[in-house]
């Protein structure tokens, strides 16, 4: 076929197309096919007729990209249960050894704690054997339903996305979703003499059929291009994600809610279930003086009667009766009064599970999906029946706008609509995507346009489509009070996720940051740097009023000082197709961590953090060049952000981690005076010299009763004026100590 050519560009060999769409359970293949093809244009439309459908494929390059759009319409007199559209992309080479052909999708870390497999390779449940990397879990992430040799089909919301390579060269293709209006994305890959197919699906969530009355269109839409960083996860899919970004609605993930500030979850650091509205409202007073970024007090799972396990959609059923009035003597409203009063905004925990034991299952249990080849004792409400459409809304008016919650975390809530098995009771005359469409939105109908959204479980996997209506997303297990295990399973994944850059539309989050009660020291440090690094901080946890004297306290501190949440973070030197090379030693971004951005040289050019999730101490080599660091006739330093130990770092630097350990650096020139550390959060922060003295400028956010600023050279003749009004301070050798009484303009003059 002439169209073929479109192909061409992408370098993926003699590649060709075929379509087709499945009905009932029996492929169709097309009576008859016009193809229209202008050369001149780089266009092509494929029209193929079916007995009762119209099938109209649309092809057009952009530069080395193809977007394609997919119209299927009945075009008979009756409704037709329309099972998937196929199209197959074959004789896709990459110019050597078929054998090191593999395909990447974000899926694979996920369930099976790898990120590539070979072409051929057919994932099973007893291919995701226990690896050892996580010795609580074993294998349990493959749990029923998740594996299997159809890629991206997991309930997991991946990012929608493939990559198709081989070891041997940075050249590869890849293919993305463009819209989950209606259908998702599952894949097939395969070798056929010595070629790849790349089998691409256009399925159904929650439904096997798609049932489509007379007259109805679907449409489907897609990208296809190529990549010559097939070596590299930080930039697999960044022209996917350019053409993608011009085709998402506006994102509630890319506004500033959860960027610039923290919320205070009731579930981590070994608090679960045990919580009252006196707590609370301690903490939250607690968080307003001495954690200024934090803006939400989130009431998690155990304020119903009926708990464990978890429960919420469901309490609004028993009326009054659902609030546990030991915990909330006044009620849900009285509570959400009090934290406003603080000066706090709050949120609420909703599960989207019924357990079966409650009353609302046990009166209502046609309102229900059968959930049991999963979650045995609990069933998620069916959206495609009306009674229990009805029913959730109207619990969202009495938990959202009855009760005064300005925010959400929506939690075990996206079985019925993320699914790929066939669950629905009712009509299927609508997938999954659509029901998770109205049912998102309605929770925006009842929500605040500031409001804190959160995604939980099923947890997500970078899905940027869900940052149409949340602002943020849970892409990692429950830390809990501490668990060494989950929290190097949490590394794991949030490699994948962070690797795709779409943090800017929306916000992942590493659960919660606290005192981690159940890690010992090292590992605390570990799971605070890891979150700082990887700018995920959205939650903070524990009883932080009555941990005064912890020697965590402090670090913990600092380390949210300046919460940049979705700002980019990059890995070094990581081979992510060497099985060997798991996890990434090395993370790093181009800002202080202690401000959002600065200029000339007043800062460190870039923050490191090193990483050892092994059992045994090691050394880890980095050099400028690591970190696309210009060659400086100076030099460059390394500081130690925890122990103020200095490294030289003119050609490489081999630092000592220990085991579980981590070490945060920052990278400065070796000349010059610049401000290296510090405990106060800045917008900004630049510097300027005056004859023999150096004026820096910080516009601090918050105040900060025990400000430490840290330079590289000792200090000598400081002056310090806040506001127009001078302070008064101590000089440790290079730190600077003092009070700052608010946020607002910081000048400090030193002599060099």
């Known amino acids: 076929m002439e169209y073929n050519t479109l192909f061409k560009k992408l370098k993926c060999g003699p590649m060709g197309m075929v379509a087709h769409i499945t009905v ?92 590539t497999f070979p072409v051929d390779y057919k994932r099973s449940a007893t291919d995701a054997k226990d690896t050892g990397f996580d010795f609580v879990a074993g294998n349990r992430w493959a749990d029923p339903g998740t594996c299997g040799d159809l890629i991206g089909a997991s309930i997991y919301q991946p990012f929608p996305a493939i990559l198709l390579g081989n070891y041997k060269t940075r050249h590869g293709l890849v293919h993305g979703t463009l819209s989950q209006k209606v259908c998702y994305h599952c894949y097939l890959v395969a070798h056929d003499n ?102 939400w007090i989130q009431v998690d799972d155990g304020y119903a009667v009926n708990v464990p396990p978890a429960h919420g959609l469901g309490v609004p059923y028993e009326g009054d009766n659902g609030i546990d009035k030991n915990k909330f003597p006044n009620g849900m409203r009285h509570f959400t009064d009090e934290v406003r009063k603080i000066g706090l905004k709050p949120a609420i925990w909703i599960g989207g599970f019924c357990p079966k034991k409650t009353p609302i299952y046990k009166e209502h249990p046609d309102w229900f999906i059968d959930y049991d080849y999963r979650v045995p004792n609990n069933a998620p409400l069916d959206p495609t029946l009306p009674d229990a459409r009805k029913y959730m809304t109207s619990a969202l008016d009495t938990l959202i706008l009855e009760y005064g919650f300005d925010g959400v975390k929506q939690d075990f809530w996206s079985y019925a609509f993320e699914d790929s098995h066939d669950l629905f009771n009712g009509p299927r005359d609508h997938s999954g995507y659509e029901y998770r469409d109205w049912w998102l939105k309605e929770f925006r109908k009842r929500l605040p346009a500031y409001a804190h959204f959160q995604s939980g479980c099923d947890i997500a996997m970078g899905n940027p489509f869900l940052g149409e209506f949340y602002s943020n997303y849970r892409y990692g297990i429950d830390i809990g009070s501490g668990n060494w295990d989950y929290v190097k399973t949490n590394f794991l994944w949030g490699v994948a996720c962070f690797a795709t850059h779409t943090n800017d539309l929306f916000v992942p989050n590493s659960d919660s940051v606290g005192l981690f009660p159940g ?35 402090k670090a913990l501190k600092k380390a949210v000082c300046c919460p940049n949440n979705g700002a980019d973070v990059f890995l070094a030197n990581y081979d992510y197709r060497d099985h060997q090379h798991q996890i990434p030693e090395v993370l790093y971004f181009n800002t202080p961590f202690f401000a959002l951005k600065a200029s000339g040289d007043a800062v460190p050019l870039c923050t490191i953090g090193l990483f050892n999730i092994e059992e045994n101490d090691k050394i880890i080599t980095i050099r400028p060049k690591d970190f696309k660091l210009p060659k400086s006739c100076d030099g460059y330093m390394l500081t130690d952000v925890w122990t103020g130990e200095f490294f030289a770092f003119d050609q490489s630097a081999s630092i000592p981690v220990v085991a579980h350990g981590s070490r945060l650096l920052v990278v400065n020139h070796a000349e010059g005076q610049q401000l290296v550390d510090s405990n106060i959060g800045a917008f900004d922060v630049t510097s300027a010299g005056e004859g023999k003295y150096v004026r820096f400028i910080i516009n601090a956010r918050y105040k900060q009763p025990e400000a430490c600023l840290c330079f590289a050279k000792p200090l000598e003749q400081v002056v310090i004026a806040h506001n127009n009004t001078y302070l008064n301070y101590k000089v440790d050798d290079c730190c600077l100590l003092f009070n700052l009484p608010s946020s607002g303009k910081l000048i400090i003059q030193m002599k060099l």
């Open 24 to 115: 009932n359970g029996k492929p169709q293949i097309s009576k008859k096919c016009d193809v229209f093809y202008d050369k001149k244009n780089h266009f092509a439309q494929l029209s193929m007729r079916y007995d009762d459908f119209q099938d109209d494929i649309y092809l057009k390059e952009t530069g080395t990209d193809i977007i394609g759009k997919r119209v299927l319409q009945n075009t008979s007199q009756q409704s037709q249960k329309l099972d998937e559209m196929v199209v197959e992309f074959n004789g896709i080479t990459f110019g050597l050894s078929p054998r090191d052909d593999f395909f990447y999708h974000n899926e694979n870390p996920r369930i099976y704690e790898v990120m």
């Open 194 to 295: 010595d070629a790849v197919k790349l089998t691409v699906f256009s399925r159904f969530k929650g439904t096997k059929t798609l049932t489509m009355a007379p007259g109805r269109i679907i449409t489907d839409e897609w990208y296809l291009g190529s990549t010559e960083h097939a070596d590299d996860l930080d930039h697999l899919f960044d022209n996917y994600t350019a053409i993608l970004r011009k085709f998402l609605p506006p994102m509630h993930g890319a506004t500033d809610v959860n960027r610039l500030s923290m919320v205070w979850g009731s579930w981590n650091d070994g608090i679960y279930r045990d919580i009252s509205e006196k707590m609370l409202l301690q903490e939250a007073r607690h968080l307003k003086k001495h954690f200024p970024m934090v803006e």
């Open 519 to 553: 890690l010992n020291d090292t590992e605390a440090m570990f799971c605070l740097n890891y979150c700082l690094m990887t700018h995920s901080m959205v939650e903070i946890a524990g009883k932080l009023s009555q941990a005064p004297d912890s020697s965590r306290l």
